[in-house]
């Protein structure tokens, strides 16, 4: 018996997309939320707090990194979230 399966790649692709566009609004918005929370605080105050949003989305974020995104958050900096295109 000689099973054929066969993949609409360009749906694939396009669902995958869908679903990478999705979730880099959605975090998007959780540091929008970050910002308009913690704008003016402290980067020490504001670092746990990006880092508990990285952890839900079971992500990672070095010190430096983490430093940074925090100064820019407080300072008042919109940080937006863009996903690369599938190909």
């Known amino acids: 018996m000689k099973l054929n399966i066969k ?3 360009a749906a694939l692709r ?3 997309q869908a679903g990478l566009d999705r979730v ?3 975090q998007t918005r959780d540091l929008d939320r970050l910002r308009q929370q913690y704008t003016g605080h ?4 504001i670092k746990p707090a990006l880092q ?3 952890a839900r ?3 990672k974020i070095t ?7 925090a100064q820019l958050i407080s300072d008042g900096t919109r940080i937006e979230m863009k996903p690369g295109r599938i190909r």
């Not at 402290?42 to 105050?45: R, T």
């Open 42 to 45: 402290p980067v020490a105050e």
């Open 52 to 54: 508990r949003l990285f």
């Open 24 to 26: 880099a609004r959605e």
């Open 14 to 16: 396009r669902e995958i």
């Open 63 to 69: 010190d430096p990194e983490l430093s940074e995104w």
């Open 57 to 59: 989305y079971d992500g």
């Open 7 to 9: 993949f609409d790649q």
